[in-house]
């Protein structure tokens, strides 16, 4: 680059299994795919109810274990690596001068540097992550340009994130002019850079074809779409900004979060927007999409700015009734319908049990004898997954704490099927064959190979027993989950797990064993003509994907 069309433009400073029991005590006839209504379980009601699902479950779990281990040296340990990065950065920010520099001081700094030849690179990645002063880089690309007579475009790149980061847009807008100016063209990197920057600049439009530029290479990607979106929206332009926002939807890019909340803060025409608006709603609802807080606060206000309609917003939680605890509405039900039940069972059946699974080691002989005995069992009300479920307390014999959940589901007069391995018929230590047998005794039995896989057994006799059949286990079943075919059928098995699988949250030797109940009601977009329920992240919860979130916005109209 020409030193003195860099100086001229850029440079300008501003100021700013087998065996199984005797027969049961009952048998059914024969087995029913579905029962007229479902089990009911005892479980732990007097407690606040939080599923296992719930957000920010994981990371205290975590949290609990690593406290009871008593694991303080590693904690102590990752504290001294807090430290030391910290140490670090704050080294590395002092080599960053806290004004412009002249070029005589920049000379300096760069031949007392230990790499002077990656000085300036090395620069200006320590002032892009510090998020430095703007004019600082200004000076140094001043030096660079007089010292070498031309700047790089790798430099001049960094330059530019710089400024998009910052949100300096009179300079994006010089660089872009510049750029344009002695390049030919610029790769997708710069483009998306000048995407971002440019979108929120009186010269939004020039970003349009930026985005056509891209496309000739690569298929733009969502934030790509996004800023464009956004520019048109934040710049009034709704139709240009619709236009691009069913273009992406159909090349099947999920929006940014923050390009809805654009969206929703930028309505022009309320009625000419509004269907368009209530279909990201019903998008979130199809794709369980939970919108974050931020957003959440913009569709309430959008909401409530609906001319003559009379919406009210309110954030509430679902109380132990399964109703909204601010308009008292009844959730919806997580009870799969019976056309959602048998894709669900069929597609399991075929990519978990009978596909080709790596997490599932069994043989097919023994696959076989299990589908056998299934056959010729009574329709489960639950399964126990006999080997997780042992080791729910780590004080005492396995087996006795098997024999206490076992016993107390029997107690509730259900029909049980404990899957175990064969290793558990030994006598040991941890597993006393008269606890086994008294198991075998009220609860139906299979015990697979030690190097077998229960979990497929147990996904197929409870699909196989009904949609009413539950499940006792901690396993979060995630690597079979992932075994699915499409997003659409980890949904559906994540709601049926959800809504079928039992937990005994803690479990003292001697004591009740308590269930942790299954969720009655779906953590989805929920609406009727007068309400809408929306879940929501709140700001800071730390949710895995395989929680759910426990808040809610509530909107009502007023009748």
Not at 251 to 259: C, D, H, I, R, S
Not at 468 to 494: E, G, I
Request: net charge neutral.
């Amino acid at each position: 680059i020409d030193i003195f069309l860099f100086c001229n433009t850029v440079l300008k400073f501003r100021s700013k299994p087998t065996e199984f029991r005797s027969k049961p005590t009952e048998f059914r006839s024969k087995p029913t795919e579905f029962r007229s209504k479902p089990t009911e379980f005892r479980s732990e009601e007097h407690r606040p109810f939080r599923s296992v699902f719930a957000a920010g479950t994981a990371r205290r779990t975590a949290e609990m274990l690593k406290k009871r281990e008593g694991r303080a040296e590693e904690k102590e340990e990752e504290e001294e690596m807090d430290r030391c990065s910290v140490r670090y950065k704050a080294s590395s920010q002092q080599e960053i001068p806290d004004r412009p520099l002249s070029p005589e001081e920049w000379r300096k700094l760069r031949d007392d540097s230990s790499r002077p030849d990656r000085f300036p690179g090395r620069m200006l990645n320590l002032m892009l992550a510090a998020g430095t002063d703007v004019d600082v880089a200004k000076s140094l690309l001043a030096f660079i340009a007089l010292d070498s007579g031309t700047v790089p475009y790798v430099l001049l790149l960094k330059y530019l994130s710089l400024c998009v980061s910052g949100g300096h847009h009179s300079e994006v807008l010089d660089t872009y002019d510049l750029m344009k100016s002695c390049f030919k063209t610029l790769d997708i990197g710069a483009y998306s850079l000048l995407l971002k920057g440019i979108s929120r600049t009186e010269r939004w439009r020039e970003m349009l074809p930026m985005l056509e530029e891209i496309k000739k290479i690569v298929t733009p990607t969502r934030r790509n779409y996004g800023d464009a979106i956004s520019g048109a929206f934040l710049n009034g332009d709704s139709e240009t900004g619709w236009t691009l926002y069913n273009e992406m939807m159909e090349l099947g890019l999920e929006p940014n979060q923050e390009v809805w909340q654009c969206m929703f803060n930028s309505a022009t025409s309320l009625q000419k927007d509004k269907e368009k608006l209530l279909d990201i709603l019903i998008y979130m609802r199809e794709n369980q999409v939970y919108p974050q807080e931020m957003l959440v606060k913009s569709i309430k206000t959008w909401f409530q700015s609906l001319p003559g309609e009379g919406w009210t917003g309110r954030f509430s939680s679902v109380d132990s009734r399964d109703r909204c605890g601010s308009c008292q509405a009844e959730m919806e039900s997580i009870e799969l319908t019976e056309e959602e039940y048998s894709q669900l069972k069929q597609r399991v059946m075929a990519n978990v049990i009978e596909g080709r699974d790596v997490f599932f080691k069994t043989t097919p002989q023994e696959l076989q004898s299990f589908k056998n005995f299934v056959k010729k069992s009574p329709a489960f009300d639950v399964i126990v997954d006999g080997l997780n479920v042992a080791n729910i307390s780590v004080h005492g014999p396995k087996s006795q704490n098997l024999l206490a959940v076992v016993s107390e589901l029997c107690d509730q007069g259900l029909t049980i099927l404990v899957l175990g391995r064969k290793h558990m018929m030994q006598h040991s230590k941890m597993w006393n064959r008269y606890d086994i047998l008294k198991i075998k005794q009220i609860a139906h039995c299979f015990f697979t190979d030690n190097i077998s896989k229960d979990d497929p057994f147990l996904l197929y006799a409870a699909l196989h027993s009904g949609n009413n059949c539950k499940f006792v286990s901690r396993d979060l079943m995630r690597d079979h989950k992932a075994c699915l075919p499409d997003s659409a059928t980890r949904r559906l098995f994540f709601k049926w797990q959800r809504g079928h699988q039992l937990v005994v949250p803690w479990y003292v030797p001697g004591k009740k064993v308590r269930f942790q109940r299954e969720l009655r009601y779906d953590t989805v977009v929920q609406s009727t003509p007068t309400s809408w329920h929306l879940p929501y992240d709140e700001d800071g919860e730390d949710r895995s994907s395989y929680e759910i979130p426990q808040k809610w916005l509530c909107l009502t109209k007023q009748h």
